[in-house]
């Protein structure tokens, strides 16, 4: 099974490394979840992700609408070529950039 990790590094900073695909994103989702707090800016350091597929970018996506019902706003680092590919097509590109 694909390894993914997210943590705090520091207030306000999270950084995921690892494989975040479909084989990883039942246990990235919630994982993820876990550590955005109500209210609070969060910056997601993505740039230790090793690989990803339309399922990471689903999870990114779910972050994003979670922290805006939290009341927090979310910012991508190091967002892999990958995400981005797939969020291009899918029309999903300026989501994620908007995040930044």
Same mark, same amino acid.
């Given at each position: 099974?694909?390894?993914?990790?997210?943590?705090?590094?520091?207030?306000?900073?999270?950084?995921?490394?690892?494989?975040?695909?479909?084989?990883?994103?039942?246990? @990235?989702?919630?994982?993820?979840? @876990?550590?955005?707090?109500?209210?609070?800016?969060?910056?997601?350091?993505?740039?230790?992700?090793?690989?990803?597929?339309?399922?990471?970018?689903?999870?990114?996506?779910?972050?994003?609408?979670? @922290?805006?019902?939290?009341? /927090?706003?979310?910012?991508?680092?190091?967002?892999? /070529?990958?995400?981005?590919?797939? /969020?291009?097509?899918?029309?999903?590109?300026?989501?994620?950039?908007?995040?930044?």
């Amino acid at each position: 099974m694909a390894q993914f990790d997210i943590r705090r590094v520091s207030e306000g900073r999270l950084e995921a490394s690892g494989a975040l695909g479909y084989e990883s994103a039942g246990q @990235a989702l919630p994982a993820g979840l @876990a550590l955005i707090s109500r209210g609070q800016p969060c910056t997601i350091d993505l740039s230790r992700v090793i690989e990803a597929d339309s399922a990471g970018l689903a999870v990114l996506v779910e972050w994003l609408a979670t @922290a805006r019902n939290r009341g /927090a706003q979310i910012r991508y680092e190091g967002i892999p /070529a990958q995400i981005l590919a797939v /969020a291009r097509i899918s029309d999903l590109e300026s989501l994620l950039i908007d995040s930044r």
